[in-house]
């Protein structure tokens, strides 16, 4: 318990709190829209604004969040005017995105930086100003939700019946998809980039099945989130392991239990 008189230990369990509700949130959007491999194509095309932001010397949260931006725009674009193309678009930015990291992060003049807190994250080196940004884009994109709850609702289950009632379908969605390449970019400083899609999506599909609304399955997913954050965290530490890999496999322990209990529940329901 002495470690959590240091700084960086309180900066790594805020920074993974705040990490968890964003997933929760953005998570369950992802998870009920089924946008996953899109989420992915975000999260790996980001790396280019990583290598740009280390060629430009800029802060990596400016370069990452503004290359995220513009490759989740113009997928968010594709799935929208070209969706039996998507998947192949998508993978194609997906690699472009990384192959532009890689070439500008060779080309650094005495680079020096460790990639790999950037691919398997490093939670407890997360500085006090980035909590700062973190905390605000989490207010930012939670009040985002809570203004456009409605609306989200009608998108993410019937995009037909939104229409119908009025609600600006393009619109929303791109707004939707830009406050998850925002939120992909937090997280990365948790669990890296390698493994942000698993905790996105994990906590959500565990409590899809169990919430009886989107605002249970958002409140939830954050909840399992925190745990296997904070869990994962004190086992990092404890065990002298990397942090992001830790938490992320917490998640699928508890998802391969979750699936075993409904197929255990399942078997049950049938005998009756």
Known sequence: MDILHYPFMQHAITAGLIASILCGIMGSLVVVNRIVFLSG???????GGIGLALFL????????????????ILMAIVTMKARHRADAIIGVMWAIGMAT???LTDLTPGYNVDLMSYLFGNVLTVPESDLWIMGGMGVLVTLTVIFFYNEFLALSYDQEFARIRGVP?????????GMLAVSIVMVIQVVGLILVIALLTIPPFIMEKRAKSLLHMM???SLLGAFFTLTGLALSCAFNLTSGASIVLVAGIFFFLSLLTEKINDARAKRV
Do not use: D, Q, T
């Open 41 to 47: 194509g975000i999260a790996h095309a980001s790396y």
């Open 57 to 72: 010397g800029m802060p990596y949260l400016a370069g990452a969040a503004g290359f995220a931006l513009v490759s989740a």
């Open 101 to 103: 990291g890689v070439i």
């Open 169 to 177: 379908v393009g619109p929303l969605y791109l707004l939707m998809i």
């Open 219 to 221: 409140v939830g997913a």
